[in-house]
C-alpha cells in the first residue's frame, strides 16, 4: 500500500510540479482546453504513471488521467486573478485525495483517527494553536500603545506587505517551538542572527528608533512566548 501510495504522488509531483513551466501553465490559463500544453501535460503524467508502476495497474492508470484532466480543466475554466491561489489548492486536494481512494480500492487500510483526540495529540495541537495564532493577538495587544504611532512612521519610510509581520512571526514561532522540541536550542540563536540580519537595513537609520524599539520589543516577546511554549510543552508531556 505504501509503495504504490509514494508511485502515484510521485508520478503526480513529475507531472505537475517538476516537469510543468511556467509558460504551460500561463498558455492553459488563456486557451483553456484548447491550449497543446494542456495535453502535453497530460502525456508527462501517463509516461510518469507507466514508467513509475511499470506498465501495471493500466486501469487504475486511466482513472487517474481521466480524473486529473477533468480537475484541470475545471480549475482552468473557473479560475480568475481573485480565486487562482484557493483554485489551486482545491485543485491538489482532489488530486491527492483521488489517489488516496484508488489506493484504499487496490488496497485496502484502515483510517483510525480516534489517535487525534487522545491526550498528546490534543496537547500537540493546543500549542501549535497558540504558538501561531493566540501569541500573536497576546502580542498586539501588548503592542498596541506604539503601535499607531509606529505604523505612521513606516508608512512614511514605504510601508510593508500586507499582514507580513503576522506571517513572520508565525513563522518564527513555529520554528522554536519546533527547535525546542527536538533540543535544538543553538538554533534559536541562529534564527534571531538571520532575523537580526534582514533587519539591519532597518534598524540602523537614526531617524527611525522607535520602529527599531518597537520590533526588538516585539521579537523578544515572540522568541519569549515561544520558548515558553515549548518548555511547557516538554513539561507536560513528559508527566502525561
Do not use: C
Amino acid at each position: 500500500m505504501i509503495a504504490l501510495t509514494l508511485k502515484l504522488i510521485l508520478a503526480h509531483f513529475i507531472g505537475d510540479f517538476v516537469l510543468q513551466p511556467s509558460h504551460w501553465v500561463d498558455d492553459k490559463l488563456e486557451k483553456k482546453w484548447k491550449s497543446k500544453y494542456l495535453y502535453w501535460h497530460m502525456g508527462i503524467h501517463l509516461t510518469a504513471l507507466l514508467l513509475l508502476l511499470q506498465f501495471k495497474q493500466l486501469g487504475l492508470i486511466a482513472i487517474i488521467i481521466i480524473s486529473h484532466y477533468l480537475i484541470d480543466l475545471g480549475k482552468l475554466t473557473f479560475t480568475n486573478s481573485k480565486n487562482y491561489r484557493w483554485l489551486f489548492a482545491l485543485d491538489q486536494v482532489l488530486h491527492i485525495g483521488i489517489i488516496l481512494l484508488l489506493v484504499y480500492w487496490k488496497e485496502p487500510f484502515q483510517m483510525n483517527l480516534g489517535y487525534i483526540f487522545e491526550i498528546p495529540s490534543l496537547l500537540f495541537i493546543t500549542f501549535l494553536v497558540f504558538v501561531t495564532y493566540v501569541s500573536g493577538i497576546l502580542m498586539r495587544m501588548l503592542l498596541a500603545p506604539y503601535f499607531e504611532e509606529v505604523i505612521k512612521d513606516d508608512d512614511q519610510e514605504g510601508g510593508s506587505l500586507k499582514n507580513a509581520g503576522k506571517y513572520i512571526g508565525m513563522l518564527e514561532r513555529l520554528f522554536v517551538f519546533g527547535f525546542i522540541l527536538i533540543g535544538q536550542w543553538a538554533s534559536i540563536g541562529l534564527l534571531i542572527t538571520a532575523k537580526s540580519v534582514f533587519r539591519f537595513g532597518d534598524l540602523n537609520k537614526g531617524k527611525n528608533r522607535k520602529l527599531t524599539e518597537y520590533v526588538l520589543i516585539g521579537t523578544l516577546l515572540s522568541f519569549g512566548l515561544a520558548i515558553l511554549a515549548g518548555t511547557l510543552y516538554n513539561y507536560l508531556i513528559e508527566i502525561l
